[in-house]
């Protein structure tokens, strides 16, 4: 069974500070990552997505991948209250199918 | 990005009935996905609707129990079957973008089984 794990956290984080959220993966052929966002009650809302080795960034946010070691991260730059929310990490698997594998989610809190 | 919506938001049924959930999107699209996310936990992919062919099913998900219709390039529907508590769960849709990998999300419905 492909996994894709995440430390469910809650992380907390002061108002101002930089969030790193990290996710491993099983499927060493994965192509294609992605983050979403959640807020509670809500469904999931893309922020990121990346498909190769290094760094992605837009605006505050920062994908960065390294298929060797089978991780990818997130990094969230001047964190605000607003930022508070569950953050799904998600990875399309290799082969004909393609299926998403969804992370279990890492919980981030914002401390004003 | 496409906008999708779904019916009903949410729900409270009686174990053993049935619920039929829709989903609509404003554009057309080949195929459309049914997760289900259980109280704490993640998406799991149900199955996969593909317009004019059956759906497909993930492991552990059966068309008895969630049965899926496709009429068109712009609608779905999931039928969750003989409710028991254990389907109390937010049932959500998703349309693949045009061009890329991502996926986007309707609204969801927040089902729960008495």
Not at chain 1, 64 to 75: E, F, I, R
Not at chain 2, 41 to 48: H, K
């Given at each position: 069974?492909?996994?894709?794990?995440?430390?469910?956290?809650?992380?907390?984080?002061?108002?101002?500070?930089?969030?790193?959220?990290?996710?491993t993966y099983s499927d060493r052929?994965?192509?294609?990552?992605?983050?979403?966002?959640?807020?509670?009650?809500?469904?999931?809302?893309?922020?990121?997505?990346?498909?190769?080795?290094?760094?992605?960034?837009?605006?505050?946010?920062?994908?960065?991948?390294?298929?060797?070691?089978?991780?990818?991260?997130?990094?969230?730059?001047?964190?605000?209250?607003?930022?508070?929310?569950?953050?799904?990490?998600?990875?399309?698997?290799?082969?004909?199918?393609?299926?998403?594998?969804?992370?279990?989610?890492?919980?981030?809190?914002?401390?004003? | 990005?496409?906008?999708?919506?779904?019916?009903?938001?949410?729900?409270?049924?009686?174990?053993?009935?049935?619920?039929?959930?829709?989903?609509?999107?404003?554009?057309?699209?080949?195929?459309?996905?049914?997760?289900?996310?259980?109280?704490?936990?993640?998406?799991?992919?149900?199955?996969?609707?593909?317009?004019?062919?059956?759906?497909?099913?993930?492991?552990?998900?059966?068309?008895?129990?969630?049965?899926?219709?496709?009429?068109?390039?712009?609608?779905?529907?999931?039928?969750?079957?003989?409710?028991?508590?254990?389907?109390?769960?937010?049932?959500?849709?998703?349309?693949?973008?045009?061009?890329?990998?991502?996926?986007?999300?309707?609204?969801?419905?927040?089902?729960?089984?008495?």
């Amino acid at each position: 069974q492909k996994e894709v794990e995440q430390n469910s956290g809650p992380l907390s984080v002061p108002e101002g500070a930089i969030a790193s959220l990290n996710c491993t993966y099983s499927d060493r052929g994965s192509q294609s990552f992605f983050w979403y966002r959640q807020y509670s009650g809500k469904s999931p809302e893309l922020i990121m997505f990346i498909y190769s080795n290094g760094d992605k960034e837009d605006g505050r946010f920062t994908a960065q991948l390294n298929k060797a070691s089978q991780y990818v991260s997130l990094l969230i730059r001047d964190s605000q209250p607003s930022d508070s929310a569950t953050y799904l990490c998600a990875v399309k698997e290799s082969g004909g199918y393609q299926k998403v594998t969804f992370g279990t989610g890492t919980k981030l809190q914002v401390i004003p | 990005s496409a906008v999708i919506s779904q019916k009903p938001s949410r729900d409270i049924c009686q174990r053993g009935t049935s619920l039929t959930i829709q989903c609509q999107v404003d554009s057309q699209v080949t195929m459309m996905f049914w997760y289900r996310q259980q109280p704490g936990q993640s998406l799991t992919l149900i199955a996969t609707a593909n317009q004019g062919s059956e759906a497909t099913y993930e492991s552990g998900f059966v068309i008895d129990k969630f049965p899926i219709s496709r009429p068109n390039l712009t609608f779905s529907t999931l039928t969750v079957s003989n409710m028991s508590p254990e389907d109390s769960s937010i049932y959500l849709c998703s349309v693949p973008s045009e061009g890329s990998d991502t996926q986007y999300f309707g609204p969801g419905t927040r089902l729960t089984v008495l």
